[in-house]
């Protein structure tokens, strides 16, 4: 109980910085011209459109971190509060300083994120210079320590699978912001998935970093939802990609005394939606012989519009599809084989029904 409390008050502050600053940068973004304007292709909104929502996010983010570890912690570690008499918490305190080092590489390849989506906002970055950077970031992550393993004892593959993973999984998130809420929202189910998991297996880290996360993109979303006043912008889809694949990475989802190996899987179902929808489009361009950094109109999001729903019914179903395979992963910690496998089998499944939902939207 003790610790529920803490995360209730990381995500409060988070929630609450992001909706205090979402307006001031909302208000900046108009102030140094960076605004989307539409094209009335893809860009279908009426007026230019703020684009600094995306820092924003990561303002509120990483001002309750830091302002957690370097204020917070030290105090309640000093003086006897009242409210703070959690000693389950205090069990913890000291060790807590031992994450310094993850913490600000963390939070640097954050920063990376939001400069080299924003550097695109603003000058248009061509996809190889921006896959590029994506690759740096991802490498920085990797040279100190947060790594992939998938019981490979191997540093070089190890080094690879990680980079690859936080290239995907920062892309997919980066296609997904394809409508008013969709990523932010998205993000924000993935990340509270995360933080859900990470509770029930004692990794207080991991969850403070994914309720904090959690927190930030609700604040935001009440500005980005249908009819949105701010976008996130490339900074802030890559910046929400960028952490929902380093929050598995720093975490431990499989324990030696686990049923089966199969909690590893849980990354891959908690972020389906996004990454289903990542290689859905790359195989729609390549059949068509686009080439697959082409923005098109064939996303997920879009067959659903094309079916007949609402833009703010489409997200919200994406939500929803998003929870429920998000929630199904959960079940793998505990699972045995037989349980396990047909957890597995009903994600394939709700993708399938979206399979066909995104072919009927085709017509």
Sequence with gaps: MDWVLVYFFVFDISFVLALGLTP??????????????????????????????GVAVFTAFALNVVLGYLVVLPLATQFDFPLLDMPDVRAH??????VGRKLLVLLAGGALMIALGLYDDTKELRAGPKLLGQVAVAALVAAFGMRVTLFIPNAVVSFVLTILWIVTVTNAMNWLDNMDGLCAGVGMVCAGMFAFIAAMLGQYFVCLLAVALTGALLGFLPFNFKPATIFLGDAGSHFIG?????LPIIGTFYSPGAPTWLPVLIPLLVLAVPLFDLLMVVAIRVVHGNP????????????LVRLGLPQSWAVALIYLITLTLGLGASVLLWSDLTAALIVIVQAICILAVVT????????
């Excluded at 973004?29 to 684009?51: C, N, W, Y």
């Excluded at 960028?242 to 380093?246: G, I």
């Design 292 to 303: 697959v950094y082409m923005g098109d109109i064939n996303h997920l999001s879009h067959r």
């Design 356 to 363: 066909l939902l995104e072919q009927l939207g085709k017509r």
């Design 93 to 98: 305190l000291e060790g807590a300083f031992t």
């Design 24 to 53: 001031v940068f909302r208000q900046l973004s108009f102030r140094l011209g960076v605004v989307d304007q539409p094209d009335q292709e893809r860009k279908i909104h009426t007026a230019a459109m703020p684009l600094l929502g």
């Design 242 to 246: 960028y952490m929902l694949a380093v």
